[in-house]
C-alpha cells in the first residue's frame, strides 16, 4: 500500500458527516479484519474492512483509526503495525508511523504496541465507544474491561452515508466494472465444446490481474445443470457441446467492486428451449432496469423482473395459473420456485453493499437516489437434479442468470456494465470467435 485511493478531502468530509452525528463524549475505535489462515502458517490474502476503508483508505493489515474529542474538535489517530525490518523482510514494507501522517487523512498515528496505553484514558472519559466488536480481540477486551463505556454500533450511520457514491467512487465502479465487462468478453471468446468450467474461470480471473485487479467474490462458472446451484464455485467440471454456461463474476478496484453474470452456450449456439428461458431472462433484467427511477421504492425493481418471469412462465407452459396466482402473496408464489433470489443488491465497497432495502431496521423502504449503485440480476433455474418440484422435461439442466450494474441517476438508470454484450445475437457472434 503506497497511497490512499480517494482524495484526502474526500476521506475528511466522510469523517466529518459521520463524527458529526456522535454524542460529545463518544470515542470511536474502527478496526480492520483480522488476517485468516488457510493451511498453517499460510494466510487468506488480507482485505481491509469496507469501513475503515470507507473513512481513511488504510487498506494493510494491522490497524484501528480512534476518533476522540478535544475541546470543540474531533481529533483523528490511526494505530498501525510499526516499521520493523525483520518483519517488512518477510510480509512487505510498512508505511510507519512518519509515513501514515504525512500520506492518509488522519491527525496524527500511532503503533499498534501502544494501544492499549492510549485507549484507555480515552475509554475511560466516554460514555459511548463506536466500535465494530468481534474484529479485534484487544479492542473488543479493552471495551468490556473498561468503567461504564457503553458499546455502541457506527454501522447504521455509516451504512446510510455508504448508500450514496460520489463521483470519484462512481469513476472507480466504472472502471471495476469494464474490467470485468472485458473479462466475460474474453472469455466468451474463448469458449468451446468440452472446455472445462476451470478454464473459463482462468481467463476471467486472469483478465483481472492482468488489469491490477482481483476477484470481489469467488468466481461461479457453472455448465449445464451447475449453473442452477447458485453460489456453485467448484468450478471442477467440463461443459458439454450443447450446454449452457452461467459465469458470475466480478473484480474489484480501489476497494469497488463490480459484479456481472453472462450466460452464454459453449458451442455458440443457443437451442431452441436455451433461446427460450434466456429471452424471458433477458426481458425481465430490462424491465428491472427500466424501473430503476429516482423516486421509486428499492422493492418496485424486484416487482419488475417478478411480473415478466411469471407471466413468461405461464405462456412458456411452466406455470398453470393466472398471473395474480403465479406471483402469490408478497410475490412469494410458483414462479419462486425457478427464481430463487433477489432480484439485486446495492454495490460499493461490498459487492452485497449496505443500506439495502430497508432504511435500518425496521425504518421505511429505501427509494431510489440518484447516486445509488445496485445489481439486477433475475434469473431461471431448471435444475434436472430437482425432486421437491416440477421440472418441465424441455428445460431440464437449463439455468440462466443476467446481471448487470446499475447507477441510479436524475435521467435514469446507467448501466456500468453496457459493455458486456447481454443480447443472443452478440453473445453468438462472440462465443468461440477468437477473431
Ligand atoms: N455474485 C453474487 C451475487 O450476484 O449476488
Ligand atoms: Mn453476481
Ligand atoms: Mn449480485
Redesign the pocket.
Given at each position: 500500500m503506497s497511497e490512499t485511493a480517494l482524495s484526502d478531502s474526500e476521506y475528511l468530509s466522510r469523517q466529518s458527516v459521520f463524527l458529526g452525528q456522535l454524542p460529545e463524549d463518544s470515542l470511536v475505535l474502527m478496526p480492520t479484519n483480522p488476517v485468516v489462515y488457510r493451511s498453517n502458517d499460510t494466510a487468506f490474502p488480507f482485505r481491509a474492512n469496507s469501513y475503515i476503508l470507507y473513512l481513511c483508505g488504510w487498506s494493510d493489515p494491522g490497524a484501528v483509526l480512534m476518533a476522540h474529542r478535544e475541546g470543540a474538535e474531533w481529533v483523528t489517530t490511526l494505530f498501525i503495525q510499526p516499521r520493523d525490518t525483520k518483519a517488512e523482510i518477510w510480509e512487505g514494507r510498512r508505511v510507519g508511523v512518519e509515513g501514515t501522517v504525512s500520506g492518509w487523512p488522519v491527525d496524527k498515528a500511532h503503533s499498534l504496541e501502544d494501544i492499549a496505553d492510549s485507549v484507555t484514558p480515552h475509554l475511560d472519559a466516554c460514555t459511548s465507544v463506536y466500535c465494530i466488536s468481534g474484529l479485534n480481540p484487544v479492542l473488543d477486551e479493552l471495551i468490556s474491561g473498561s468503567d461504564g463505556a457503553e458499546l455502541a454500533d457506527p454501522t447504521p450511520i455509516l451504512d446510510d452515508m455508504r448508500v450514496l457514491k460520489s463521483n470519484e467512487e462512481i469513476r472507480f465502479m466504472q472502471e471495476s466494472a469494464d474490467i470485468a465487462s472485458a473479462s466475460h468478453i474474453a472469455a466468451m471468446r474463448a469458449t468451446f465444446p468440452g472446455i472445462g468450467e476451470w478454464q473459463i474461470q482462468s481467463f476471467i480471473e486472469s483478465h483481472f490481474t492482468a488489469n491490477k485487479s482481483r476477484w470481489s467474490?469467488p468466481s461461479?462458472v457453472g455448465g449445464g445443470d451447475n449453473a442452477t446451484i447458485l453460489h456453485y464455485n467448484s468450478n471442477d467440471d467440463e461443459i458439454s457441446d450443447g450446454e449452457l454456461v452461467l459465469v458470475?463474476a466480478?473484480c474489484e478496484v480501489s476497494g469497488y467492486a463490480s459484479?456481472i453474470?453472462r450466460t452464454w452456450p459453449v458451442n455458440g449456439k443457443f437451442s431452441d428451449q436455451q433461446r427460450e428461458i434466456y429471452e424471458l431472462v433477458l426481458k425481465a433484467e430490462l424491465a428491472g432496469i427500466e424501473s430503476c427511477q429516482v423516486g421509486s421504492p428499492w422493492s418496485s425493481m424486484h416487482h419488475a423482473t417478478s411480473r415478466v418471469l411469471a407471466q413468461g412462465l405461464i405462456d412458456l407452459g411452466v406455470l398453470d395459473c393466472s398471473l395474480e396466482d403465479a406471483l402469490g402473496d408478497d410475490f412469494n408464489g410458483p414462479f419462486r420456485n425457478y427464481f430463487m433470489h433477489g432480484s439485486g443488491?446495492m454495490l460499493g465497497l461490498d459487492?452485497?453493499d449496505v443500506g439495502g432495502g430497508r432504511q435500518g431496521d425496521d425504518g421505511p423502504e429505501r427509494k431510489f437516489e440518484p447516486g445509488m449503485v445496485l445489481?439486477v440480476?433475475p434469473g431461471l433455474y431448471f435444475g434436472s437434479w430437482r425432486t421437491d418440484i416440477d421440472i418441465p422435461d424441455r428445460y431440464a439442466g437449463i439455468g440462466v442468470r443476467i446481471?448487470d450494474n446499475v447507477l441510479i441517476t436524475a435521467d435514469g438508470p446507467v448501466v456500468l456494465t453496457s459493455s458486456c454484450p447481454k443480447t443472443i445475437d452478440e453473445i453468438e457472434a462472440l462465443v468461440g470467435n477468437n477473431g
Open positions: 467474490y461461479i458470475d466480478g459484479d453474470t443488491h459487492v452485497h445489481t440480476e446481471e
